[in-house]
Structures are given as structure tokens and as C-alpha cells.
């Protein structure tokens, strides 16, 4: 195995001192696939770190094919931006841009990103699918290139720059998982419905199949362009050559702000069942226990709960719980009701109340503080869901 660690510069502070990115490439002892795993583009979605240091453990004592880039604290900027006790690290604070939403979509830059030429170009009938592969990865690094040049004459906001280095180091992947948390939530991952059949080799107990559409995520920014050359290759009646076999997943590991030794040895595990499922670990790979049965549902099934009223929330389902229609989701305290007029006996019981939930459905997130304003969330659970396993 070979280790390198690489760093790339993504900000220069005031007082001269530059923010890196510091990346950890283990390359294996046979040709694979390249992987791109990365945490804490959210700088409060820490857990993937401890899951990171696991895999390449792991990976330091066994032999496996390919190589793989690791980019544990993927945002310095955000890792670093502490209000209290608390990592503000979700959105940008000088833009108010979600950090996970700076990603390009490459169908934006018409005059650069041109599939059905670049097929076109070559020819194409003379190719077989693994160069037509290798030769896309090198056009999506080069597309993306002469966006950052497009982009830059005026400067690059930091949010861009940071998002543009990611996919850029993404861009030569065959595999990508990018790791988050969840505010207060179970395991769960998204996956774009082009490889829906393949996500049951990745063993978390929920998935959200998402549509192939670019929403400024790191997975669609990666999935969508594989997506458009099998769509072109389809047009053009040459889908015997799609060599589309790339995958982009996002990897929820529970809670925000919280690192679980223990859980992430259990992460790690699902994600070496996933390597050993594509011929990625040389030797055959054995979790400690089977893993919980996987159930999916789809994006437009995952329901957000919003607070009618502003108060003191106490949440009564967990997350990865199943939910039953009338049951309470949650019970809320506000002093408002009270008034002098009126005798305490009768106006006490306006002071609170509860929210039921509407379907059957498995929680997956609920909000971390009881501290809530109307309007805000309280809940996202999914409704309808299927077992894969």
C-alpha cells in the first residue's frame, strides 16, 4: 500500500496564515477503482471523521484494489466557526450559502459542457466502454477547469472556491460517499434513483431515493454528468456503450456534534461490506453481526413537521422509530395562554399541547434544541417505504 498526504490551499486569512485542505490518498497493492470520501463539508457533522480514521486503519493491515482519496475535516472554514459551545457550520456566515449547495451543475455551462459533442469527437465506435470511462473522467476535469477559469476573472467567493476544489478532486472518482450527520437522526443515506438496484450493497438502515436532478449537493454534482452521458449515449443509439458504472452516495451517521467510537467501527463495517460487494477488499470481508433489515422511501414521501407555535418542545419518537398514524410526535409548553383574568385552573391547559403525526412513518431527523420558533422544524420522517433486504 502507498500513503501520500496532499494539501490544497483554499483561503488566505488576514493576518497571512492560509486554510488548507488536507487530503489522505492510500493507493492499493492492484489496479480498481478510484474513491472519494469526504466529511465535514457542515463543520458540526463530525462523525465521519472517526469513521475515516477507521477505514484507513482498516485498510493500513489489508490489501485492497484501487486507490482512495480521504478528506476528513472537508471545510476548515466551517469546522472552525464556533458560536458558544456550538459549530455554526452549516451555511456560510458572509454569504448565508449552504456549504453543501455550492456545487456546479455542469447542464448551467452550456458553452463548456457539451456531452453529446465531446461523444461525437471521438470516435466513439472504435472505443470500448473503460476508455470511453477514463477519457469522460479526464473531459469532466477539464469542463470544470475552464468553469473556475469562467468564474474567477472578478475573484471566487469563498463558498465557490471551496466547492469547486472539492469536485474537482471528485472528478477522476468512480465512487463517491460523502459523509454527513443529520441534526438529531438515525442512519439513513440518499441515492439517486439511476442506482436504486445497487444501493442495497450498502447496508444503512434507511435510504432516500432521490431524482436524477441537480439540487447543489455534492452527489448530484457528481452523479448528474454520468447521468447525462447515459441519457446522450441512449439518444444517439450507442447505450451498448454506456460505461456507466459510477456511483455518488451521501452518508448520514447520525447525530451532529457528537463523535461515537463505537458506532463509527459499525459504520466503517457497513462501508467495507459495500467495498467488498465491488470487488474492492481482496480478502473476504465479515461484519461483527448481520445488519438491521434496509427499508427505502422516496424524496417526495420524506415529510418535514413544522411547529405550529412557538414554545418548549419534548420530542417523543426517536429517530430510525416507527411512528403510527395518531400517535404523538411531540408535546410543546407556552406561557402565552395565561392571563389575569381569567382563574389559573382554566387557562393552564392552553399552556400546552401535542402534535400527532399524520401517517405511518419512520422518523429520521427531529430537531436538537427545544428551543423552537413557528415555522421551524421539528420533525422529518418517511412514509412508505419498502424493504430492500
Not at 493500513?60 to 458560536?83: H, Y
Not at 456531452?115 to 479526464?138: C, F, Q
Not at 450493497?201 to 439540487?215: K, R
Request: net charge negative.
Amino acid at each position: 500500500m502507498k500513503f501520500e498526504r496532499l494539501q490544497y490551499p483554499i483561503k488566505t486569512l488576514p493576518n497571512g496564515d492560509s486554510l488548507n485542505l488536507n487530503a489522505f490518498r492510500l493507493t492499493g497493492s492492484a489496479s480498481g477503482p478510484h474513491i472519494h470520501i469526504q466529511s465535514s463539508v457542515h463543520g458540526a457533522e463530525v462523525q465521519g471523521n472517526a469513521v475515516i480514521l477507521e477505514l484507513m486503519d482498516y485498510l493500513s493491515k489489508n490489501e485492497f484494489r484501487g486507490s482512495i482519496t480521504f478528506i476528513p475535516t472537508a471545510n476548515p472554514m466551517a469546522i472552525n466557526n464556533k458560536s458558544g459551545t456550538f459549530t455554526q457550520g452549516r451555511f456560510n456566515p458572509h454569504s448565508g450559502n449552504n456549504w453543501n449547495r455550492n456545487y456546479q451543475n455542469l447542464e448551467d455551462h452550456t458553452d463548456i459542457f457539451q456531452p453529446k459533442s465531446w461523444i461525437e469527437s471521438l470516435k466513439v465506435l472504435e472505443e470500448d466502454k473503460n476508455s470511453i470511462k477514463k477519457k469522460y473522467k479526464e473531459y469532466l476535469k477539464e469542463c470544470l477547469n475552464k468553469i473556475k477559469e469562467k468564474l474567477s476573472p472578478t475573484g471566487l467567493s469563498e463558498d465557490i472556491k471551496l466547492n469547486l476544489t472539492l469536485q474537482l478532486l471528485a472528478s477522476g472518482a468512480d465512487i463517491v460517499l460523502d459523509l454527513h450527520t443529520g441534526p438529531k437522526a438515525a442512519r439513513y443515506l440518499y441515492a439517486g434513483e439511476y442506482c436504486e438496484e445497487k444501493v442495497k450493497d450498502l447496508p444503512f438502515p434507511f435510504t432516500i431515493i432521490i431524482p436524477n436532478e441537480f439540487a447543489g449537493a455534492m452527489d448530484e454534482a457528481t452523479f448528474m454528468p454520468w447521468v447525462h452521458l447515459s441519457r446522450t449515449l441512449k439518444s444517439l443509439g450507442l447505450e451498448n456503450l454506456d460505461p456507466n458504472q459510477f456511483e455518488s452516495y451521501t452518508l448520514e451517521l447520525g447525530s451532529e456534534e457528537i463523535i461515537d467510537s463505537s458506532l463509527a467501527l459499525r459504520d466503517t463495517e457497513r462501508i467495507l461490506s459495500f467495498f467488498s460487494q465491488r470487488g474492492i477488499l481482496r480478502g473476504k470481508f465479515h461484519p461483527t453481526s448481520s445488519f438491521e433489515p434496509q427499508r427505502a422511501g422516496k424524496l417526495s414521501d420524506y415529510k418535514t413537521y413544522y411547529a405550529p407555535i412557538g414554545g418548549l418542545y419534548e420530542f417523543s419518537l426517536k429517530p430510525g422509530e416507527l411512528g403510527h398514524k395518531g400517535q404523538t410526535l411531540c408535546k410543546y409548553i407556552n406561557f402565552s395562554p395565561l392571563k389575569e383574568s381569567e382563574g389559573l385552573q382554566e387557562a393552564l391547559p392552553r399552556c400546552s399541547g401535542e402534535i400527532k403525526i399524520l401517517e405511518n412513518a419512520y422518523v429520521i431527523n427531529h430537531n436538537p434544541s427545544a428551543v423552537i420558533s413557528e415555522g421551524q422544524t421539528i420533525y422529518q420522517v418517511l412514509e412508505k417505504t419498502w424493504l430492500l433486504n
